[in-house]
């Protein structure tokens, strides 16, 4: 039997869990229909899940149909647990994106789209609601392979056939190879399509109604068909995509089974052992003794592992996409604050993304976030797991600090019996690329392992800018040449050295005015009525964004809604939802998805207000050590380029 992994991904309302339970439903693992909105969907089994009508945390269903088991994991819809949708993606074989034929592709399918893309997942995409009043199947195909890929191609017809006719030949024009095959027999080979799926140059599309069931046995026909089973080494190897806790507060390590078997018992962490392998089916499970190649399952007894890390000869995961942008302090009210640390640990432990930090200075807890709904999730899970009652302040935004123009960063650690000496190449990369680490250094001016010491320290910690002191991001940062002494050099020292290199490069820049700051964006899509169009655009003027010609249906009347989309600061947005809500009585409506960052609209204005002093700042210094007569000596960061021992470049 075919044993496949997939997660079904989509934006929220599109239908997602529906599709689960209508799949769950004609494969016969479910007697009878859950509803979302009735509380009884049975991949939504968590209370909040119930409460709220959402899917807020991934969930393990299983299914046989025919000759395919199918492992489906289904994933949080709401972009404020883009997250927990990331985490699944690296353990997937294929994916199903859900769409909604009377929504199209909205902002958040745009971001799965991109998430789907960065982990080169194979996708089929299941278009729901096809039974609406005033859908047009042609239409909304139209708009996929405008928006998404011209390889979205109808696998079932309007008479539920197999693949219409007319779409072998634009399968076959996804491949120049391949398409002179067509033209030659006037069809496509099966194993060949399936080669294009797999490749992510055709996405199969099946349309339908979930809540109806229609075209869902087309869809897991076309799952059973068109998919192509992993081959695994026979070494062991694992992936770990989530950490959860369960009812009782035992830590659940989810795991996808990548190479060999994994028997119970088995020491996978340090001198951790697996204690229990539990196969989930929604919120039940039973206990098996071993876990095959493909298999998933969620294991006991481990403490230190996270969300991507690779076990036995797995590597490790992708870096993530989906950063938090909304930063927030909590108010612990009545309780105490370092059990609320205790909590909000536990948390952090299940979704990495919530950074939680503790000042000890200012004796206050600060979180990490995507939006206000998880936001409300977050109390709501203190107030049930650890019966915390708690609120947060304000939220403020998350910065980020990047260079416009290369620079050298030189750090010199020389206190007496130490001695390091680092010099780094910063180069600005575009925007998006977060950090990356390089060596171009001859192994005759600085061996290998002090070579090694300068690149694991600049990956151990969180560097922060010199304008706000905020994270820096889109660098390219280059050992380029340093120093080491054969009798007084230690690992730490490199450590020092490696880390004022960073912050006296980055005063350079702002000496020279190249210092950047940047601030998180929303892509947005508002509808208001007709009427009210003047006043949003001029809204969104006021909060320095763009938008593109709104989409005003011809002949409406004032009460029909019009659909504004564009770009604006997460600054200037916040509470804007409310607004609207208000002024258009109700009637309107707000959908927001981070676009990434860009410069700051108010960069002066934020620096002000931030009254960072980056030389103050001690655990961050740009300042050097230097040693004379027996005894270190501080020396200022802009004096430190003249006294390096090895020679500098200027830029």
């Known amino acids: 039997m075919k044993q496949i992994v997939t997660g079904i991904v989509a934006h929220v309302d599109a239908g997602k869990t529906t599709l689960s339970e209508a799949m769950l439903y004609r494969a016969g693992a479910l007697r009878k229909l859950g509803r979302v909105d009735k509380g009884d969907a049975f991949l939504d089994p968590d209370e909040l899940e119930k409460k709220r009508g959402i899917t807020i945390f991934s969930h393990q269903a299983n299914l046989k149909y025919n000759d395919l088991e199918l492992t489906l994991l289904d994933t949080p819809g709401h972009v404020d647990f883009a997250s927990q949708t990331e985490q699944v993606m690296s353990v997937l074989d294929y994916a199903i994106l859900v769409i909604s034929a009377t929504d199209g592709v909205q902002g958040y399918t745009r971001t799965l789209w991109h998430l789907l893309e960065y982990y080169q997942v194979p996708t089929f995409i299941f278009i729901n609601k096809i039974d609406a009043i005033g859908v047009d199947q042609k239409q909304v195909l139209t708009q996929l392979q405008a928006q998404l890929s011209e390889g979205c191609i109808a696998f079932n017809g309007q008479d539920d056939e197999d693949i219409p006719e007319a779409s072998y030949e634009e399968i076959a024009m996804q491949d120049d190879g391949l398409l002179e095959q067509f033209l030659d027999s006037g069809t496509v080979e099966p194993d060949e399509i399936k080669k294009l799926i797999k490749q992510r140059q055709v996405f199969p599309c099946y349309f339908g109604s979930a809540l109806k069931v229609t075209g869902v046995d087309d869809f897991l026909n076309g799952l059973e068909q068109w998919t192509i089973e992993t081959n695994y080494p026979s070494d062991f ?67 230190d592992t996270y969300p991507g890390q690779g076990l036995g000869i797995a590597k490790e995961g992708l870096k993530p996409t989906i950063q938090p942008v909304l930063n927030y302090a909590l108010d612990p009210k009545d309780n105490d604050i370092h059990n609320c640390l205790t909590a909000l640990r536990e948390l952090e432990d299940e979704d990495p ?13 600060r979180i990490q976030i995507m939006g206000e709904v998880q936001l409300e999730i977050l109390q709501q899970l203190l107030l049930k797991r650890f019966n915390l009652d708690v609120s947060f302040g304000e939220g403020s935004i998350l910065y980020k600090e990047t260079i416009t123009k290369p620079v050298e960063g030189v750090g010199h650690f020389e206190p007496l019996r130490h001695y390091s000496e680092v010099h780094l190449l910063m180069e600005p990369l575009p925007v998006g690329s977060g950090l990356v680490f390089d060596s171009d250094c001859s192994l005759d001016v600085l061996p290998s392992n002090w070579q090694h010491q300068v690149l694991t320290n600049l990956q151990s910690k969180e560097h922060l800018g010199v304008l706000t002191g905020s994270p820096i991001t889109d660098m390219k940062l280059t050992l380029i040449n340093g120093r080491a002494s054969n009798v007084h050099s230690v690992g730490g020292d490199f450590r020092e ?15 020279a005015n190249d210092c950047q700051l940047l601030e998180p964006w929303y892509r947005f899509r508002l509808e208001v009525t007709q009427d009210q169009v003047g006043r949003a655009m001029n809204d969104i003027q006021k909060m320095n964004g763009s938008f593109d010609a709104p989409n005003i249906m011809p002949n ?96």
């Not at 609207?580 to 700051?600: A, F, W």
Request: net charge negative; charged share 20%.
């Open 237 to 303: 190897a694992a992936k770990v995509f989530k950490i959860s806790h369960d009812e009782k507060g035992e830590r659940l390590t989810w795991i996808r089974v990548t190479g060999g078997i994994l028997p119970n018992k088995t020491v996978l962490v340090k001198d951790q052992k697996a204690n229990q392998l539990r196969i989930y089916d929604g919120a039940k499970y039973t206990t098996v003794p071993e876990v095959g190649a493909g298999g998933v399952c969620a294991v006991t007894g481990l403490v």
């Open 556 to 651: 409406q009347t004032e009460l029909a809604l019009t659909t504004i989309t564009g770009v604006a600061p997460v600054s200037e947005m916040q509470g804007y939802a409310q607004m609207v809500n208000s002024y258009t009585h109700g009637q309107g409506q707000l959908e927001c998805v981070v676009d990434g960052y860009r410069p700051c609209h108010n960069a002066d204005e934020v620096i002000a207000a931030s009254d960072y002093d980056p030389v103050s700042d001690l655990e961050n210094t740009p300042d050097s050590v230097f040693c004379a007569h027996g005894a270190g000596y501080p020396v200022p960061w802009d004096q430190v380029p003249q006294m390096a021992h090895v020679g500098y470049l200027k830029m």
């Open 353 to 365: 993304q919530l950074h939680v930090s503790w000042s000890n200075h200012l004796q206050e807890i």
């Open 497 to 511: 050295a490696t880390w004022r290199a960073v912050r006296q490069g980055l005063m350079m820049s702002k000496q």
